[in-house]
């Protein structure tokens, strides 16, 4: 049965290998398949924390947790936790979000006396670490036009269907630039770094509309069980361990409709880009299928304006990925019930 309007363009129905075209039918949904209330009596006796990792978002923030609260929490039971992990935020981010009715966590005082690491991938296997729910939903902190139901969404497929270990949402991206929007302008680093390699090295993941997305969910016991890129590579590389250890079935994907976030720099996008290419690359070599006599360079030389009588700097970035091992390998397993 089709769950979602994916169409496929009819050179993608020649080159397509059938198991990703039947996953494409079998596993994408609409956040819209389900409602709020619908999911609740499905819920039973499990728990579901909302995951919100969080650097400077004071700006969005809140009115997130509020949605949140409101319509998944008083509204219809469906979840039982929302937390923010706070990534060493300059601004008042964790206020704001205490505020709204969030329970809130310092990145750095989660898991001592392990040494914090930098990355969103850290804020992710922290916010892991400090809750409980048996399921658990990760929501990006900067989201402008945020609604109940990309958290309904990403639950459906756990909830309805046993086979589903993980979900991911995918989107409309615009681009707004002043005056002007590219209804689909976002997602740079998707189609000029991740979608091209994933397609090259794990074509079963070619169905993924947004492979880097902020908004997934999983089975605690599933994302207890694999690492965590420190960095922007988490996301890809939870898609390579997890096609490798779950199979394509585990996965699915749930379109959330419309995504508006505050856009980064060219520059914060090519550091981005680099990180995702280090991970990918990591995943090869681990594998057997990267043949390479020396390790790549982790050092990202960019050009920037400058002031003082030159007209362009060098900044040297280190890249280098760093990851956190399967959370159950460094803390005791729950107790049952």
């Known amino acids: 049965m089709d769950t979602t309007r994916i169409g496929l363009a009819p050179d993608a129905?020649?080159?397509?290998?059938p198991r990703v075209r039947s996953w494409l039918r079998r596993r994408s949904w609409r956040a819209d398949d389900w409602t709020a209330a619908q999911l609740a009596a499905l819920k039973g006796e499990r728990t579901v924390s909302v995951v919100i990792p969080a650097r400077d978002e004071e700006e969005t923030v809140g009115q997130i947790v509020r949605t949140i609260r409101t319509a998944l929490m008083e509204e219809d039971?469906?979840?039982?936790?929302?937390l923010v992990v706070d990534s060493r935020s300059q601004d008042d981010t964790a206020r704001v979000a205490a505020e709204a009715g969030a329970r809130v966590v310092a990145q750095d005082a989660v898991l001592r006396p392990l040494p914090g690491m930098h990355g969103k991938g850290e804020a992710l296997w922290k916010g892991l670490a400090a809750t409980s729910g048996d399921l658990v939903v990760f929501v990006d902190g900067d989201l402008y036009d945020f609604t109940a139901g990309y958290v309904i969404g990403l639950l459906g497929p756990l909830l309805t269907d046993p086979g589903v270990d993980y979900v991911k949402g995918f989107y409309h991206r615009p681009l707004v630039n002043g005056s002007h929007t590219d209804a689909d302008g976002g997602g740079r680093v998707t189609e000029l770094v991740a979608r091209p390699l994933l397609n090259m090295y794990?074509?079963?993941?070619?169905?993924?509309?947004?492979?880097?997305?902020?908004?997934?969910?999983?089975?605690?016991?599933?994302?207890?069980?694999?690492p965590f890129v420190t960095h922007y590579g988490v996301e890809v590389a939870h898609l390579i361990d997890l096609l490798r250890w779950r199979g394509l079935d585990a996965l699915a994907q749930v379109d959330l409709g419309m995504r508006t976030h505050r856009h980064q720099s060219t520059q914060a996008l090519g550091r981005m880009a680099g990180q995702i290419m280090?991970?990918?690359?990591?995943?090869?070599?681990r594998s057997g299928r990267l043949a390479a006599q020396e390790a790549p360079s982790t050092l990202l030389a960019q050009f920037r304006r400058a002031a003082g009588g030159v007209d362009r700097e060098l900044v040297v970035t280190d890249l280098a990925v760093q990851e956190r091992p399967p959370l159950r390998t460094v803390r005791p397993p729950r107790p049952p019930g």
Do not use: C, K, N
């Open 202 to 226: 794990w074509p079963d993941l070619a169905g993924f509309v947004q492979p880097l997305a902020g908004e997934y969910a999983g089975r605690r016991d599933v994302l207890e069980s694999i």
């Open 13 to 17: 129905e020649l080159t397509l290998s």
């Open 77 to 82: 039971q469906l979840v039982d936790d929302v």
């Open 278 to 285: 280090l991970t990918v690359m990591d995943r090869l070599d």
